[in-house]
């Protein structure tokens, strides 16, 4: 299981310490919570947004956006189906289908899921799997915490790279059988065999993910000990102020007044 959500690249938030970074992170996931204007909220995505693309390329920041877009579609469908008081903008008859009200709150939904999911993508692109551990066990968290959420972010690509060429696989297999031709059903049924094969996939991956967890000493006794460091990582406490007064400057420029 090699496969990794890093990006290669020299950009500025390549050299921004992991440290800082993690912190800039929890930061942002706090700070799309807090009660800040709609404009506000999708200006501070979009910028996000701008600045991934500076960093990893516009074609990484469009796959981003394609793995999140099934469940922005769901959201904007279904949540404001939950909203029945407010302002109705469709109905029919005494029956309140939308609400102005749901509708906002599907829309606040909506960007704070695009704004996390960038934020989280940013930092496991910019900064390699073994540096992000390290500055999780810098922030005192276990180091059984720390490995399980490094290999998550491992092995969850390790699935999805292997069901996109399952896919492709059973597609090439299917190819000249009149596939345009195919209804939703037929192409629902097709599912079926290909999430059967990424299932044994994962499955016959287990074995390999117990090695891998073994070799690096989970479930020891012993004190770990890290071959890496992040000693290289200058201006440490400038980036540290850096990401304290981000989040700061636009929760003072978008709050609600």
């Not at 020299?10 to 992170?25: E, G, H, I, Q, T």
């Not at 516009?58 to 949540?79: C, G, N, R």
């Not at 180091?143 to 999805?160: D, G, H, M, Q, R």
């Not at 990424?198 to 006794?221: D, T, W």
């Amino acid at each position: 299981m090699t496969t990794n959500t890093f990006v290669a690249g020299n950009s500025f938030l390549y050299r921004f310490d992991p440290r800082a970074k993690v912190l800039l992170l929890v930061l942002f996931c706090v700070w799309f919570f807090l009660p800040v204007t709609l404009t506000g909220l999708y200006g501070v995505v979009f910028l996000i947004i701008v600045v991934g693309t500076i960093n990893t390329g516009l074609e990484q920041s469009w796959k981003t956006f394609l793995s999140i877009l099934p469940m922005l579609v769901f959201m904007v469908l279904f949540i404001p189906f939950n909203v029945r008081s407010g302002q109705s903008l469709i109905s029919f008859g005494s029956f309140v289908f939308v609400t102005k009200e749901g509708l906002l709150q599907a829309t606040r939904l909506a960007g704070r899921f695009i704004g996390i999911t960038y934020v989280c993508t940013l930092l496991f692109a910019t900064t390699r799997m073994n540096e992000v551990m390290l500055a999780l066990r810098w922030y005192r968290l276990p180091y059984k915490a720390s490995l399980v959420i490094t290999l998550a972010f491992t092995y969850i690509p390790f699935i999805a790279d292997s069901f996109i060429q399952i896919a492709d696989s059973h597609r090439l297999r299917e190819a000249g059988e009149g596939e345009g031709k195919k209804n939703i059903f037929s192409r629902l049924s097709n599912l079926v065999p290909t999430l059967t094969s990424a299932l044994v996939v994962a499955l016959r991956s287990i074995p390999n993910l117990a090695m891998s967890l073994e070799q690096r000493g989970f479930g020891r006794s012993e004190k770990r000990s890290s071959y890496h460091s992040l000693e290289s990582y200058r201006h440490t406490f400038t980036q540290f102020v850096v990401s304290v007064i981000i989040p700061l400057i636009l929760w003072y420029i978008c709050k609600i007044q």
